[in-house]
């Protein structure tokens, strides 16, 4: 109930503007964000690469309505490539394809997302098209494969939550795909995902099974101890090395498991979400972090 009202919330106007105006609640995010700049970005990256981590490089925003901010963001995820290479970082970046253009036109946002991919190839780089709800699934799915049939520079992401991901894992790994498993961020209906927590982890570590036995480098992406136990011992089981998948987490949330992997000689990539268009992804955030929301509500309340 909880984790739905702030998903809810997360659409609201005044209430994004409450909370991106009020200089708690942007302490608060600094948390889970790493600031409004680039430059605070690529030196949140450069701290998880001295800390023996990799990094993914996320330029906020979703939803464009117009074809010029879809360009500026293309451009500023251009500018990231570029950044990335010249401080000799150990980082790639990951996209939402809303945020170039999806609800506009289909043909429109893949041109993006191909420039964005031929300057990924030309820096020997990584973009990771991110997935957003249901709604978007399929066109999404669609779209990277079209895209990955010409670049091998590119990925999409898989959640555990939906139906249909089984499918969607096999469907991509015949192109090849690299894969990024997650549980899911996002409300959804029973009528396209596990409304119970048992069935999204049972799914979770199904797929996990099938992309880490599958000969490709995926990316597990969890915080819960439970699924990166069952991801550790599938890969002793069979034989899989620690430098063929790699555990994802994301900035801010349980740093001490971060380095914990990291020392037990696992690969970690730490998501590091920046840009001024954070209200959405803060609100995801304390959707899956209840404890932070009384302290939200109470200054709300006060103001």
Same mark, same amino acid.
């Given at each position: 109930?909880?984790? =739905?009202?702030?998903?809810?919330?997360?659409?609201?106007? =005044?209430?994004?503007?409450?909370?991106? =105006?009020? @200089?708690?609640?942007? #302490?608060?995010?600094?948390?889970?964000?790493?600031?409004?700049?680039?430059? /605070?970005?690529?030196?949140?990256?450069?701290?998880?690469?001295?800390?023996?981590?990799?990094?993914?490089?996320?330029?906020?925003?979703?939803?464009?309505? $117009?074809?010029?901010?879809?360009? %500026?963001?293309?451009?500023?995820?251009?500018?990231?490539?570029? #950044?990335?290479?010249? @401080?000799?970082?150990?980082?790639?970046?990951?996209?939402?394809?809303?945020?170039?253009?999806?609800?506009?036109?289909?043909?429109?946002?893949?041109?993006?997302?191909?420039?964005? &991919?031929?300057?990924?190839?030309?820096?020997?780089?990584?973009?990771?098209?991110?997935?957003?709800?249901?709604?978007?699934?399929?066109?999404?799915? /669609?779209?990277?494969?079209? &895209?990955?049939?010409?670049?091998?520079? *590119?990925?999409?992401?898989?959640? =555990?939550? !939906?139906?249909?991901?089984?499918?969607? *894992?096999?469907?991509?790994?015949?192109? @090849?795909?690299?894969?990024?498993?997650?549980?899911? +961020?996002?409300?959804?209906?029973?009528? *396209?995902?596990?409304?119970?927590?048992?069935?999204?982890?049972?799914?979770?570590?199904?797929?996990?099974?099938? !992309?880490?036995?599958? @000969?490709?480098? %995926?990316?597990?992406?969890?915080?819960?101890?439970?699924?990166?136990?069952? $991801?550790?011992?599938?890969?002793?089981?069979?034989?899989?090395?620690?430098?063929?998948?790699?555990?994802?987490?994301?900035?801010?949330?349980?740093?001490?498991?971060?380095?914990?992997?990291?020392?037990?000689?696992?690969?970690?990539?730490?998501?590091?979400?920046?840009?001024?268009?954070?209200?959405?992804?803060?609100? #995801? #955030?304390?959707?899956?972090?209840? +404890?932070?929301?009384?302290?939200?509500?109470?200054?709300?309340?006060?103001?």
């Amino acid at each position: 109930m909880l984790r =739905s009202t702030l998903l809810k919330l997360s659409e609201s106007k =005044s209430f994004a503007n409450w909370v991106t =105006s009020n @200089g708690i609640t942007r #302490r608060m995010a600094r948390r889970f964000v790493a600031g409004e700049t680039l430059d /605070e970005a690529i030196a949140a990256a450069r701290e998880c690469n001295n800390a023996g981590m990799l990094a993914s490089l996320d330029y906020l925003g979703e939803n464009v309505a $117009t074809t010029s901010d879809a360009q %500026h963001s293309r451009d500023a995820y251009l500018e990231i490539f570029e #950044r990335i290479a010249q @401080g000799g970082l150990q980082a790639n970046v990951s996209g939402k394809l809303t945020q170039l253009g999806l609800d506009i036109n289909n043909e429109f946002c893949e041109g993006l997302v191909l420039s964005i &991919v031929e300057r990924a190839a030309g820096f020997d780089n990584f973009l990771r098209i991110d997935m957003e709800g249901s709604l978007y699934t399929q066109r999404t799915i /669609e779209l990277a494969k079209r &895209v990955r049939a010409r670049s091998p520079a *590119v990925g999409t992401v898989i959640q =555990s939550y !939906l139906y249909r991901s089984e499918t969607d *894992v096999t469907d991509l790994l015949a192109y @090849g795909c690299r894969i990024r498993l997650c549980k899911g +961020a996002y409300k959804e209906s029973e009528e *396209v995902a596990f409304p119970l927590k048992a069935d999204v982890d049972a799914n979770f570590v199904r797929l996990m099974q099938l !992309l880490l036995s599958s @000969g490709f480098y %995926h990316g597990i992406a969890t915080h819960d101890p439970r699924m990166i136990a069952a $991801t550790i011992r599938h890969a002793a089981a069979k034989q899989i090395s620690k430098d063929d998948f790699e555990f994802q987490m994301l900035y801010g949330v349980r740093t001490d498991l971060q380095r914990r992997l990291v020392k037990d000689g696992y690969r970690v990539r730490i998501y590091i979400p920046y840009g001024r268009d954070w209200f959405p992804y803060f609100m #995801r #955030r304390l959707a899956e972090r209840p +404890a932070n929301v009384g302290f939200l509500v109470r200054n709300f309340l006060r103001s």
